[in-house]
């Protein structure tokens, strides 16, 4: 089994910063690919941001230039960097991380979400 516990939500005003951590914990083989979707009330779940094991990212068009993601991958570790918040980016905020078994089979993982909340 393997955990994704997220943190670093909340509510904050337009134009403000905050950062998401995801911790990844369990019996952990290989952890390929993290990244983080988000939802936004009466929408399906998107990429925001994903990030591979060798550093190589992709963002949403929607985020480019306002989100960075890292990855330390001693701790098992994703995080998303989000600054000059928009009112749009109102969203809860899964962590995701496509995983590999030792006998070289790969699944995803999610974590339980993190709200997000822009507004005045």
């Known amino acids: 089994q393997v955990q994704l516990v997220e943190s670093g939500g909340g509510l904050v005003q337009p134009g403000g910063s905050l950062r998401l951590s995801c911790v990844a914990s369990?019996?952990?083989?290989?952890?390929?690919?993290m990244g983080w979707y988000r939802q936004a009330p009466g929408k399906g779940r998107e990429l925001v941001a994903d990030i591979t094991s060798g550093g190589s990212t992709n963002y949403a068009d929607s985020v480019k230039g306002r989100f960075t993601v890292s990855r330390d991958n001693d701790k098992n570790t994703v995080y998303l960097q989000m600054n000059s918040l928009k009112p749009e980016d109102t969203a809860v905020y899964y962590c995701?991380?496509?995983?590999?078994?030792?006998?070289?089979?790969?699944?995803?993982?999610w974590g339980q979400g993190t709200q997000v909340t822009v507004s005045s």
């Open positions: 369990g019996s952990i083989f290989s952890i390929n690919a």
């Open positions: 995701n991380a496509y995983l590999s078994t030792h006998r070289g089979n790969g699944y995803h993982n």
